[in-house]
C-alpha cells in the first residue's frame, strides 16, 4: 500500500509537470496573438506612439495573467483557457475611439488616462452583466445554437486566425499589409514564408507519427533554432522580424491610473457613462456567445461537457477581477485551449501553466520573448487554426454528391458558408446572428413542410362502426367526402398556416375536414387563431372541422378551450379523443342527411337484422323464438376477454363495443348488426370484451339453440349460417377496400 501511494503520487507530480509544461507551449505560440490584439485594442490612441501600443500591449497580458488565472482557478471545463479575442478586442477599440474623438487637445497623460479608467469601468461593468446573465440562467443560449451555425463559426475563426499569420509568414510589415492588402505578397520573403510552413509541416509530422510528444513545443524549439542557424550559414537569408522587447512598466494600467487624478477619472467616467455602459453590454453578449461556443466546439472535438452556468460565473468574475486592474476583456479563447491540450495538457493544470508562462515571459522572459521569430509562432499558429476547423461539415459534402437528402444537406451547407463568411468579413457577432437567422427561417420552413404527416379521405380510414347493410352501401361513396388530415410536430405561428392552405385544396364535394392531433407535441396561441378562423371559412363553404386526439384534461385541450364549443344546439363536439370517433361523427352526419337516420341507436325489429336476412316470416318467428333477449345498461359488460363462447348476438337497439382490457375500442355495432360469431364458429374463448355504449337490447343465440335448429331445420339453418357468412364477408370487404385505398 505504501508503495502504490507514493507512486500514484510520483504519477500527480508528473502529470502537474506534464500540464504545467502544455501549459506554457500554449503560452508561448499564442504570444503573437495576445500582442497583437492588445495592439488592435489600443490603435485609436495611435497619436501617443509608442506608449499607445505599450498600453495595449501591457492590458492584454494582464488579460492573460490576471483574468486568466481566476478563470483557470474557477472554470471547469476540459481546458479553462482564457484571453482577448478578435471580436472583444474590437470593441474595446469602438471605445476608446470614442474617449480619443471627445477628448480634445488634452496632454497625452491624460489621454491615456481617460483611456484606462473608461476601458477599466467598461470590462468591470461585463463581468458584472455576465454573472447577472449566469444568476438567469442565460449561459445555455449557445446550447440552442444549431450545427451548421457553430461549424461555420469555427471555420471563420480558424480562417480569422490564419488570415491573421499572413504578414508573419511573409515577413511583411503589418502597417504595409494593412496598406497594400494583398498587393503586398509581392514584397514577401521566401526564406521566412519556408520556415514558417516547414515548422508547421514539422508539428504535424509529430502529431501523426508521434502523437505522445509535445509536437507544438518541439516543432516552436526547431523552428527558433534553424531561424537563429541558418543565417550563419547563408547570411544572405532574410527570415523576417523577432517579436521584440516588451516593457509591462510603461504606464500605470486600469484604474490605478486615476488613482493620482481622481477628479481626472471621475470626470472622464462621467463624460462617457452611456458609451461605457452599451461597450458594457456588448461585451457581455458577444463575449459570452463567443466563449459558450468555442467552449462547445472544444467539447465536441474532445467528446466532454461543460457546465455553462458554472464557466459564465467563472467568466464574470474574471472580468469584474481583472477589468479593475487594466486588463482586456476576457473569454474563453479555443485557439489558446486547443495548443494546450495538443501539447499534453488537461484541465486547470494546464490552464494554470500558461499563466504562469505568460506572467514569466513579460517579466523575466523578456529577453526570450524578443528572441522569438515571428514566421515560425506564425507556422505553429497555422497548425493550430487548421485544428480548429469544424469537422462535422466535412462529410456533407460528399453526401451533397452523392447522399440522401441532398437538398437538406445543401440547405445546411449554404448556412456553414454564410456564417464563416460574414465571421471573416464582419466579424463573429454578424455571422453567428445572419446564421441564426438563416436557420430559424430554415427550421420554419422544414416544419410548414413537415407538418403534415398523411392524407387520406374516410374510404381509405373508415371508422371502426359496424352499420346494417343499407347504410353500409350508402356509407361506400359518401365516406370520400371525409378528409382526414394527420399532423405531426408542433402547431404553432410558423406551420399553422400551412393547414390552412391544405384546407384550401378539399375537393368540391367535401363535408368534413379532420385534423388528427395525436402526434402534435404543442398548439401556441396563434395557431388556435388560425383554427378558428379555418373554421369560419370551412363554415362558409359547407365543411364541418373535427379536431382529434384532443383527450378531455390534456394539454391540448387546455390550450384549445378558447376553440372549443358546440356547433349548435344538441350538435356533437367538434373535439374527438381519437380520428376513430371523429370519422364515426362525420359518417353518422353524412348517413342523416342521405337517410334522415338521425339516432342509429335506435330500436329496430329482429326482422330487419342482418341474422334474418332475406328468411321468410315463419321462419323469422321460429328463429326469434329461439333467442333469449338481454338488456343492457350503459357502460354494462356483455361478454370478457376469454370467457368461453355461448353463441352469437343481435344487436336491435343501442350500441355495443368490442374493446381490449385497456379500453381501446376494437370495433363497434350498430342495431341489426350481430357480433360474438367468430368464438361461436371456432370454437375458442372471447378474444376481446363487449362493453354496451348505451342502453342496449341483444338477442342471445346460443350454441344449443343453433344445434337444435341444425336437427329440426336443416334448410333453415343453413341460411342462419349464409347469413353469419354474409355478414363476415361484408365486414372483411370494407376492411379490404380501406386497405387498398391506404396502398394507393
Same mark, same amino acid.
Given at each position: 500500500?505504501?508503495?502504490?501511494?507514493?507512486?500514484?503520487?510520483? !504519477?500527480?507530480?508528473?502529470?502537474?509537470?506534464?500540464?504545467?509544461?502544455?501549459?506554457?507551449?500554449?503560452?508561448?505560440?499564442?504570444?503573437?496573438?495576445?500582442?497583437?490584439?492588445?495592439?488592435?485594442?489600443?490603435?485609436?490612441?495611435?497619436?501617443?506612439?509608442?506608449?499607445?501600443?505599450?498600453?495595449?500591449?501591457?492590458?492584454?497580458?494582464?488579460?492573460?495573467?490576471?483574468?486568466?488565472?481566476?478563470?483557470?482557478?474557477?472554470?471547469?471545463?476540459?481546458?479553462?483557457?482564457?484571453?482577448?479575442?478578435?471580436?472583444?478586442?474590437? &470593441?474595446?477599440?469602438?471605445?476608446?475611439?470614442?474617449?480619443?474623438?471627445?477628448?480634445?487637445?488634452?496632454?497625452?497623460?491624460?489621454?491615456?488616462?481617460?483611456?484606462?479608467?473608461? &476601458?477599466?469601468?467598461?470590462?468591470?461593468?461585463?463581468?458584472?452583466?455576465?454573472?447577472?446573465?449566469?444568476?438567469?440562467?442565460?449561459?445555455?443560449?449557445?446550447?440552442?445554437?444549431?450545427?451548421?451555425?457553430?461549424?461555420?463559426?469555427?471555420?471563420?475563426?480558424?480562417?480569422?486566425?490564419?488570415?491573421?499569420?499572413?504578414?508573419?509568414?511573409?515577413?511583411?510589415?503589418?502597417?504595409?499589409?494593412?496598406?497594400?492588402?494583398?498587393?503586398?505578397?509581392?514584397?514577401?520573403?521566401?526564406?521566412?514564408?519556408?520556415?514558417?510552413? %516547414?515548422?508547421?509541416?514539422?508539428? @504535424?509530422?509529430?502529431?501523426?507519427?508521434?502523437?505522445?510528444?509535445?509536437?507544438?513545443?518541439?516543432?516552436?524549439?526547431?523552428?527558433?533554432?534553424?531561424?537563429?542557424?541558418?543565417?550563419?550559414? @547563408?547570411?544572405?537569408?532574410?527570415?523576417?522580424?523577432?517579436?521584440?522587447?516588451?516593457?509591462?512598466?510603461?504606464? @500605470?494600467?486600469?484604474?490605478?491610473?486615476? +488613482?493620482?487624478?481622481?477628479?481626472?477619472?471621475?470626470?472622464?467616467?462621467?463624460?462617457?457613462?452611456?458609451?461605457?455602459? +452599451?461597450?458594457?453590454?456588448?461585451?457581455?453578449?458577444?463575449?459570452?456567445?463567443?466563449?459558450?461556443?468555442?467552449?462547445?466546439?472544444?467539447?465536441?472535438?474532445?467528446?466532454?461537457?461543460?457546465?455553462?452556468?458554472?464557466?459564465?460565473?467563472?467568466?464574470?468574475?474574471?472580468?469584474?477581477?481583472?477589468?479593475?486592474?487594466?486588463?482586456?476583456?476576457?473569454?474563453?479563447?479555443?485557439?489558446?485551449?486547443?495548443?494546450?491540450?495538443?501539447?499534453?495538457?488537461? %484541465?486547470?493544470?494546464?490552464?494554470?501553466?500558461?499563466?504562469?508562462?505568460?506572467?514569466?515571459?513579460?517579466?523575466?522572459?523578456?529577453?526570450?520573448?524578443?528572441?522569438?521569430?515571428?514566421?515560425?509562432?506564425?507556422?505553429?499558429?497555422?497548425?493550430?487554426?487548421?485544428?480548429?476547423?469544424?469537422?462535422?461539415?466535412?462529410?456533407?459534402?460528399?453526401?451533397?454528391?452523392?447522399?440522401?437528402?441532398?437538398?437538406?444537406?445543401?440547405?445546411? !451547407?449554404?448556412?456553414?458558408?454564410?456564417?464563416?463568411?460574414?465571421?471573416?468579413?464582419?466579424?463573429?457577432?454578424?455571422?453567428?446572428?445572419?446564421?441564426?437567422?438563416?436557420?430559424?427561417?430554415?427550421?420554419?420552413?422544414?416544419?410548414?413542410?413537415? +407538418?403534415?404527416?398523411?392524407?387520406?379521405?374516410?374510404?381509405?380510414?373508415?371508422?371502426?362502426?359496424?352499420?346494417?347493410?343499407?347504410?353500409?352501401?350508402?356509407?361506400?361513396?359518401?365516406?370520400?367526402?371525409?378528409?382526414?388530415?394527420?399532423?405531426?410536430?408542433?402547431?404553432?405561428?410558423?406551420?399553422?398556416?400551412?393547414?390552412?392552405?391544405?384546407?384550401?385544396?378539399?375537393?368540391?364535394?367535401?363535408?368534413?375536414?379532420?385534423?388528427?392531433?395525436?402526434?402534435?407535441?404543442?398548439?401556441?396561441?396563434?395557431?388556435?387563431?388560425?383554427?378558428?378562423?379555418?373554421?369560419?371559412?370551412?363554415?362558409?363553404?359547407?365543411?364541418?372541422?373535427?379536431?382529434?386526439?384532443?383527450?378531455?384534461?390534456?394539454?391540448?385541450?387546455?390550450?384549445?378551450?378558447?376553440?372549443?364549443?358546440?356547433?349548435?344546439?344538441?350538435?356533437?363536439?367538434?373535439?374527438?379523443?381519437?380520428?376513430?370517433?371523429?370519422?364515426?361523427?362525420?359518417?353518422?352526419?353524412?348517413?342523416?342527411?342521405?337517410?334522415?337516420?338521425?339516432?342509429?341507436?335506435?330500436?329496430?325489429? &329482429?326482422?330487419?337484422?342482418?341474422?334474418?336476412?332475406?328468411?321468410?316470416?315463419?321462419?323469422?318467428?321460429?328463429?326469434?323464438?329461439?333467442?333469449?333477449?338481454?338488456?343492457?345498461?350503459?357502460?354494462?359488460?356483455?361478454?370478457?376477454?376469454?370467457?368461453?363462447?355461448?353463441?352469437?348476438?343481435? &344487436?336491435?337497439?343501442?350500441?355495443?363495443?368490442?374493446?381490449?382490457?385497456?379500453?381501446?375500442?376494437?370495433?363497434?355495432?350498430?342495431?341489426?348488426?350481430?357480433? %360474438?360469431?367468430?368464438?361461436? +364458429?371456432?370454437?375458442?374463448?372471447?378474444?376481446?370484451?363487449?362493453?354496451?355504449?348505451?342502453?342496449?337490447?341483444?338477442?342471445?343465440?346460443?350454441?344449443?339453440? !343453433?344445434?337444435?335448429?341444425?336437427?329440426?331445420?336443416?334448410?333453415?339453418?343453413?341460411?342462419?349460417?349464409?347469413?353469419?357468412?354474409?355478414?363476415?364477408?361484408?365486414?372483411?370487404?370494407?376492411?379490404?377496400?380501406? @386497405?387498398?385505398?391506404?396502398?394507393?
Amino acid at each position: 500500500m505504501t508503495v502504490e501511494t507514493g507512486h500514484m503520487g510520483l !504519477l500527480g507530480r508528473s502529470s502537474l509537470i506534464t500540464a504545467g509544461a502544455a501549459g506554457a507551449v500554449g503560452a508561448l505560440v499564442t504570444v503573437a496573438i495576445v500582442l497583437t490584439l492588445g495592439v488592435i485594442a489600443f490603435a485609436p490612441l495611435s497619436q501617443l506612439g509608442a506608449a499607445g501600443a505599450q498600453a495595449g500591449i501591457v492590458a492584454a497580458f494582464l488579460c492573460v495573467v490576471l483574468s486568466a488565472a481566476v478563470y483557470a482557478l474557477l472554470g471547469n471545463s476540459v481546458m479553462p483557457a482564457g484571453g482577448p479575442s478578435s471580436a472583444t478586442a474590437l &470593441l474595446a477599440a469602438a471605445l476608446l475611439a470614442r474617449v480619443v474623438a471627445t477628448a480634445g487637445d488634452v496632454a497625452p497623460a491624460e489621454l491615456l488616462l481617460q483611456a484606462w479608467v473608461c &476601458l477599466a469601468a467598461a470590462v468591470t461593468s461585463m463581468g458584472a452583466l455576465q454573472l447577472l446573465m449566469a444568476a438567469l440562467r442565460l449561459g445555455r443560449l449557445a446550447s440552442v445554437v444549431p450545427q451548421p451555425v457553430l461549424s461555420g463559426f469555427m471555420n471563420g475563426i480558424a480562417l480569422l486566425i490564419l488570415l491573421s499569420q499572413l504578414p508573419a509568414l511573409l515577413a511583411l510589415p503589418p502597417e504595409r499589409w494593412q496598406a497594400d492588402g494583398w498587393r503586398a505578397v509581392n514584397a514577401l520573403q521566401p526564406a521566412a514564408l519556408a520556415l514558417g510552413l %516547414g515548422t508547421a509541416a514539422l508539428v @504535424w509530422l509529430l502529431q501523426w507519427r508521434a502523437p505522445r510528444l509535445p509536437a507544438s513545443l518541439l516543432g516552436l524549439l526547431a523552428g527558433v533554432a534553424a531561424y537563429h542557424l541558418l543565417p550563419r550559414l @547563408w547570411p544572405a537569408l532574410q527570415m523576417g522580424p523577432t517579436l521584440g522587447a516588451i516593457d509591462i512598466t510603461a504606464a @500605470w494600467p486600469g484604474l490605478l491610473a486615476g +488613482l493620482a487624478q481622481p477628479e481626472a477619472a471621475a470626470s472622464a467616467l462621467g463624460r462617457h457613462a452611456g458609451a461605457i455602459a +452599451l461597450t458594457a453590454v456588448l461585451l457581455a453578449s458577444i463575449g459570452t456567445l463567443e466563449s459558450m461556443l468555442n467552449l462547445r466546439a472544444v467539447d465536441q472535438q474532445h467528446g466532454t461537457r461543460h457546465q455553462q452556468g458554472r464557466e459564465l460565473r467563472a467568466l464574470g468574475l474574471s472580468n469584474l477581477l481583472g477589468g479593475p486592474l487594466g486588463a482586456l476583456p476576457m473569454a474563453h479563447v479555443r485557439a489558446r485551449a486547443i495548443s494546450i491540450l495538443q501539447a499534453g495538457g488537461r %484541465g486547470r493544470a494546464g490552464a494554470a501553466g500558461a499563466v504562469l508562462a505568460s506572467a514569466l515571459l513579460v517579466t523575466w522572459g523578456a529577453p526570450a520573448i524578443a528572441a522569438l521569430p515571428q514566421t515560425v509562432l506564425a507556422g505553429v499558429m497555422v497548425t493550430i487554426a487548421v485544428s480548429l476547423a469544424d469537422r462535422w461539415s466535412a462529410p456533407l459534402w460528399q453526401r451533397l454528391r452523392h447522399g440522401p437528402g441532398r437538398r437538406t444537406v445543401g440547405r445546411s !451547407l449554404a448556412i456553414v458558408v454564410l456564417v464563416c463568411a460574414l465571421t471573416v468579413w464582419q466579424g463573429p457577432a454578424l455571422g453567428v446572428a445572419a446564421g441564426m437567422l438563416l436557420a430559424t427561417i430554415d427550421f420554419v420552413h422544414g416544419m410548414n413542410r413537415l +407538418l403534415i404527416r398523411n392524407r387520406s379521405d374516410g374510404t381509405v380510414q373508415p371508422s371502426r362502426r359496424v352499420y346494417r347493410p343499407a347504410l353500409e352501401a350508402l356509407l361506400q361513396t359518401a365516406r370520400g367526402r371525409i378528409t382526414v388530415l394527420a399532423l405531426e410536430g408542433a402547431l404553432f405561428f410558423g406551420s399553422a398556416e400551412r393547414v390552412a392552405d391544405e384546407a384550401d385544396t378539399l375537393p368540391a364535394d367535401c363535408r368534413f375536414l379532420v385534423l388528427d392531433l395525436r402526434r402534435v407535441s404543442t398548439v401556441d396561441d396563434s395557431a388556435v387563431a388560425v383554427l378558428g378562423q379555418l373554421q369560419q371559412q370551412l363554415a362558409r363553404r359547407g365543411v364541418g372541422l373535427l379536431l382529434a386526439g384532443v383527450v378531455p384534461g390534456s394539454a391540448h385541450q387546455q390550450q384549445l378551450q378558447t376553440f372549443l364549443h358546440t356547433t349548435g344546439a344538441g350538435a356533437a363536439p367538434v373535439c374527438f379523443s381519437d380520428t376513430d370517433h371523429a370519422v364515426e361523427h362525420a359518417e353518422r352526419q353524412l348517413l342523416a342527411t342521405a337517410a334522415g337516420d338521425t339516432d342509429l341507436g335506435s330500436s329496430l325489429p &329482429l326482422a330487419q337484422s342482418a341474422l334474418m336476412h332475406t328468411l321468410t316470416p315463419a321462419q323469422v318467428s321460429t328463429v326469434s323464438g329461439c333467442l333469449q333477449r338481454r338488456q343492457l345498461r350503459a357502460g354494462e359488460r356483455l361478454f370478457n376477454e376469454g370467457d368461453a363462447a355461448d353463441g352469437l348476438y343481435v &344487436l336491435t337497439q343501442g350500441s355495443v363495443s368490442i374493446t381490449s382490457a385497456s379500453g381501446q375500442r376494437f370495433v363497434s355495432f350498430s342495431p341489426a348488426t350481430m357480433l %360474438g360469431e367468430l368464438a361461436m +364458429l371456432d370454437g375458442n374463448g372471447r378474444s376481446a370484451s363487449a362493453v354496451a355504449d348505451t342502453d342496449s337490447v341483444v338477442h342471445l343465440l346460443s350454441c344449443e339453440a !343453433l344445434a337444435q335448429l341444425a336437427q329440426d331445420d336443416a334448410t333453415l339453418c343453413a341460411l342462419l349460417y349464409r347469413n353469419i357468412a354474409v355478414h363476415l364477408a361484408q365486414r372483411l370487404r370494407v376492411a379490404t377496400h380501406a @386497405w387498398r385505398g391506404a396502398a394507393g
